[in-house]
């Protein structure tokens, strides 16, 4: 028998993951990181409720640059899990199963949650 030189399964470097399958991911990671940033709110929370020196102590570390990249980063995770939840409430219904439709609501999601989140930080920041 000779021996056949032959990828024995697909890898990063020859499959390309389906939108589809990218979403599913994502929606799985922004369910950790939403459970992580309410850590952060209680943190919050607590400190608001510690008195003024521990609060600004929480806002000096949450209004840093590093602070504010991670709030971007929770907010855009919670509007691309209302996003994708809404999705997956569709297809529980029984809509948007053909493929097409299904890679089209996923660059919806996609490009709704960032709109969200950049439409949540310009308004923040007008009122502030």
């Known amino acids: 028998m000779a021996n056949i030189e032959r990828p024995l399964s697909p890898h990063l470097q020859v499959y390309r993951l389906p939108i589809t399958a990218i979403t599913s991911i994502l929606h799985r990671i922004t369910g950790v990181g939403l459970g992580l940033g309410t850590l952060l709110l209680a943190w919050w929370l607590i400190a608001a409720a510690a008195g003024p020196s521990y609060f600004a102590l929480v806002q000096a570390v949450l209004g840093s640059w590093l602070g504010?990249?991670?709030?971007?980063?929770?907010?855009?995770?919670?509007?691309?899990?209302?996003?994708?939840?809404?999705?997956?409430?569709?297809?529980?219904?029984?809509?948007?199963?053909?493929?097409?439709?299904?890679?089209?609501?996923?660059?919806?999601?996609?490009?709704?949650?960032?709109?969200?989140?950049?439409?949540?930080?310009?308004?923040?920041?007008?009122?502030?």
């Open 68 to 128: 504010r990249l991670i709030m971007l980063g929770f907010t855009w995770a919670l509007f691309y899990h209302l996003c994708n939840g809404i999705r997956h409430l569709a297809w529980d219904l029984g809509h948007g199963y053909e493929k097409a439709v299904a890679a089209r609501s996923a660059w919806i999601v996609i490009i709704a949650s960032v709109a969200l989140t950049l439409l949540a930080w310009i308004l923040a920041y007008a009122w502030k």
